[in-house]
């Protein structure tokens, strides 16, 4: 069954300038819940701007157009500036993008300028690069622990994000549960070694349990300690031999 604006309760045209292929793509990224639902409806009533956008030199630099009024998904036509009167301090700023997010833009970008995608993404990984590491730390009994930006002073001492991440490696452990630490890979370098140290500490005490206490041999731990990252060169050896590797694409 093929999709049309009628399923959108929407009685405009489909736009002409716009390629079939990629139309249909549009259509199918309308039935997804979020900021992206209904977004034909969007294409065919504020199509001009969306053409603007589509014949850019560099869609992946201007805004989209597209906001939110009120409570929902609403028009609003924001051509982009000509390129020619750009400043290159200009193109280092991230477009507007009204209610969606980066990840929605790669998506638009992938469907309609698959020329553009390299750029984008080189622009996203840019941006993800240098923010500052702030690791979603989850546990299995206590939730999720907001974790403020990480700065690290020349003269080091742990900062709230990392002394909050030992916190939640101990609710895990005095709750016999999971915590989990992503994105290890922008943490400051020098926090390895603090980690590596407080997993050797937590460890030698369960262990000291256990020999002290029979009771405890004879029970299974959950305890657990999930680490995710990204492939880098700066993780040092020390802690990646000692842990349990798992690798997805």
């Known amino acids: 069954m093929q999709l049309t604006?009628?399923?959108?309760d929407c009685k405009d045209d489909p736009p002409e300038w716009l390629p079939q292929e990629k139309w249909e793509d549009i259509l199918?990224?309308?039935?997804l819940p979020g900021p992206l639902d209904s977004l034909c409806v969007n294409f065919a009533m504020n199509s001009d701007p969306w053409k603007s956008w589509y014949k850019g030199d560099y869609p992946e630099r201007e805004p989209l157009p597209l906001s939110?009024?009120?409570?929902?998904?609403?028009?609003?036509?924001?051509?982009?500036?000509?390129?020619s009167t750009k400043s290159e301090k200009e193109h280092s700023k991230s477009p507007d993008l009204g209610p969606l997010s980066e990840f929605h833009q790669?998506?638009?970008i992938r469907m309609l300028r698959p020329d553009r995608l390299p750029v984008a993404l080189a622009k996203h990984t840019k941006g993800l690069e240098?923010?500052?590491?702030?690791p979603a730390v989850v546990?299995?009994?206590?939730?999720?622990?907001?974790?403020?930006?990480?700065?690290?002073?020349?003269?080091y001492t742990p900062s709230s994000s990392e002394v909050l991440v030992e916190e939640a490696i101990d609710t895990a452990d005095k709750n016999d549960g999971w915590v989990v630490i992503e994105d290890l890979h922008l943490a400051p370098e020098k926090f390895f070694n603090q980690l590596k140290k407080h997993l050797v500490r937590v460890f030698r005490s369960r262990e000291k349990l256990r020999a002290n206490n029979p009771e405890e041999k004879q029970k299974s731990s959950k305890f657990c300690v999930w680490i995710t990252s990204e492939p880098c060169e700066k993780i040092p050896n020390y802690l990646i031999l000692k842990l349990h590797k798992v690798k997805y694409t």
Do not use: H
Not at 139 to 155: F, M, N
């Open 130 to 134: 240098a923010a500052p590491w702030n």
């Open 68 to 83: 939110i009024s009120g409570g929902g998904v609403s028009l609003e036509t924001r051509p982009g500036s000509t390129e």
């Open 5 to 8: 604006l009628a399923d959108f």
């Open 106 to 108: 790669l998506l638009l």
């Open 139 to 155: 546990t299995r009994k206590s939730g999720k622990v907001d974790i403020p930006a990480c700065d690290t002073p020349p003269a």
């Open 28 to 31: 199918a990224l309308s039935v």
